[in-house]
């Protein structure tokens, strides 16, 4: 196998909902189990998951904070310049009045910047928490949790991603989509692997996530999960933009079951263990395509 320690190895899906996390895991546990150093970061943290199935024991749990501005009414002027300045309508000034919306604030601190008076200060507020652990087979876990209607997803995976360390594999689960918190997720990364499922719905979103990977130029392979038999479209667009299958996971009610359970496949199934050597296999040969090695910095 090529070396994999230190890579940043990105599972996403363009959907919700094609078993990107039962991926990430099992991957993760066949790394782990072949006897690699492995850490699994969850950057999904609107709805994280990997936990259920890699049962950290939580080591370490902290609050993530993103930097709000407090406005000293009794200085402002009201002669509304941050409203102005605020590129995200964050501000809105009225005769006698300055509001600031903590949930579209980006936190870039131009306000407290442009105020003439220096009316403006630099509080916190909480976005979420990270807890950090151990799971099975040693794996290092982190996952982001994002406070329920928080917007801000992104400072809270940017500080996931932080808690990377070398010299482990680090298997990092991005949330569906293909909005910025994919991208932060996605961006840093060494590979990409794409879970897909062969349906319309499946094809249409995996086009459009593997149009981001290709802006962030990531190498990209993609798993075929609940495989049922050749489905042309699929087939036709991966070969016409020469992106590889690293594994094709056929539909599986065992699979569904032990999902449910919150078992590891390759733990309840072992049969799988040849699909994640090939995925393993394959991902090797897209890195060689590419001329890839180990140690991009982190990001
Ligand atoms: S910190 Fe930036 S985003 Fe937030 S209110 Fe000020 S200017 Fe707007
Ligand atoms: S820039 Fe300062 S003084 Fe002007 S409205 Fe904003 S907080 Fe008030």
Redesign the pocket.
Known sequence: MIDLTGMNITMASGKGGTGKTTVAVNFAWFLANAGYPVQYLDCDVEEPNGHIFLKPSIQASFATEVMVPV?DQEK????????VKCQFHAIV?LPGD?LIFPGLCHGCGL?SA????G??TEGTREIGIIEKGKGVKEIEFAHGILNVGEAMAVPLIKKVKDERKDPNIHIIDAPPGTSCPVVATLNGSDAVIMVTEPTPFGLHDLTIAIDVAKLLNIPTGVVVNRDQGSYPPLDNYLKANNIPVLAVIPEDADIARHYSQGDMILESLPHYVDTYRSLVTNLEKLLNTHGMRAGRTQS
């Open positions: 406005v402002c002027t009201s002669c509304g310049e941050c409203g000034n300055t306000c442009v105020c003439p008076v009316a403006i």
